[in-house]
């Protein structure tokens, strides 16, 4: 039986801190989990300034022992989500909990109370806070963390299975390796193929454009809101969400791992790759108690002068429907691999993809690359 503890809604700036420090607790020993910045932390749980809160509603929670906390969770709702899908929905986010099975199952049933009293006629998730940013329940591979893809302890599963929620969706990681030459003798194959394919098509591919910022990313919402529109679970990204995404990965983006793909001088899709900062952060190991700019310091070191990242993450992709069909996405993820077997890069990461998506997963198995991670989207009926 473990010690009292008490489950309290996030009302005041102390709560506040506790909610956004938790992790530093929790992880501090788990050379996996990488750190982010205190600003990166704030800035998702300011409901002011995290343009998502400009249409969700919900509550943070937190469980305490003493003054102690033990957990966190956020239930929510998505009224953007719920006009795109017909779905009468809540979800939480934020989940995140010492091991005990008590605390835990106190804190899902907050959330699950949450939604019932609202009347809503399930309760779907983890996310924090849209599935444009860190979502799904990480159940296999819990190897180091990869750029905003979600990380957690493998115990997470049976406590959120055991508080009535059941799988809904998985999506997969996939992974090229520049060290394997069987994998470059399938992305070779696979760009004579797509060579074919454009020269059939006329599709040109080129890469971002630095001189032509503002449009080049006005470009990039346009394809990837209209080319996931038919998806589980995609709902579009506002202007807002997307400005902040470009703000906040600005420092990383390298016009040569941005490549578009144009019929007739329009675009009809792209790929984007950016470095995978997570493995600074994990070096680095920023945290509360020191001053951010002391952090940020050899973090810009190690991405501008030691160049020392082994990743590429591909967050960002999207090709206009009518064009899914015609050899646009294996001439973007072909040319990208290829830049990777050409770069001082040593893994291009592609996640996520949905289970759903058979043309997808299966597009990347016939081009060598790997599936490596899986994350889960679970869901309970209310």
């Known amino acids: 039986m473990s010690k009292p503890f008490t489950i309290r809604k996030v009302t005041s700036d102390e709560d506040l801190r506790g909610l956004i420090e938790f992790p530093w607790c929790l992880y501090r020993d788990d050379p996996n989990w990488a ?149 470059e003798a399938a992305t070779e194959r696979a760009l004579r193929l797509a060579e074919k394919l454009q020269r059939r098509e006329k599709i040109h591919l080129r890469t971002f454009n630095p001189r032509n910022r503002k449009q080049e990313f006005l470009r990039l919402r346009h394809l990837y809101n209209h080319g996931w529109v038919n998806n589980w679970g995609f709902v579009p990204m506002t202007e807002a969400e997307l400005d902040a995404l470009i703000a906040s990965l600005g420092i990383l983006i390298d016009p040569n791992l941005c490549i578009f793909a144009e019929v007739d001088g329009k675009a009809i899709g792209f790929v984007l790759a950016i470095p995978n900062l997570s493995e600074i952060l994990r070096r680095v190991r920023p945290r509360p108690e020191v001053p951010e700019l002391i952090s940020l310091l050899p973090i810009a070191w190690q991405l501008k002068i030691r160049r020392k990242i082994e990743c590429v993450r591909s967050p960002l992709m999207g090709i206009l429907p009518e064009y899914h069909k015609r050899g646009a996405a294996i001439m973007l993820m072909a040319s990208m691999a290829k830049k990777l077997y050409q770069s001082r890069y040593r893994i291009f990461d592609t996640s996520w993809i949905l289970e759903s998506n058979q043309d997808m997963n299966s597009m990347l198995a016939a081009l060598g690359a790997r599936k490596y991670k899986t994350h889960r989207f679970y869901e309970r009926k209310l």
């Open 35 to 183: 750190p982010p910045l205190l600003s990166m932390r704030r800035e998702l749980l300011d409901q002011e300034h995290n343009p998502a809160w400009q249409y969700l509603d919900g509550e943070y929670f937190l469980a305490w022992r003493g003054g102690e906390v033990l957990g966190s969770i956020a239930a929510f709702v998505n009224p953007r989500h719920n006009a795109t899908h017909d779905e009468y929905i809540a979800w939480f986010g934020l989940f995140d909990c010492i091991h005990e099975g008590e605390v835990a199952a106190s804190l899902l049933q907050t959330a699950i109370d949450w939604a019932t009293q609202r009347g809503y006629s399930a309760i779907r998730g983890p996310a924090s806070f849209t599935l444009h940013a860190e979502c799904g329940l990480l159940i296999d591979n819990f190897g180091p963390a990869v750029l905003m893809m979600a990380y957690n302890p493998p115990y997470y599963a049976d406590f959120i299975e055991n508080a009535g929620f059941r799988k809904v969706m998985d999506v997969f990681s996939w992974a090229f390796y520049a060290n394997s030459a069987e994998q």
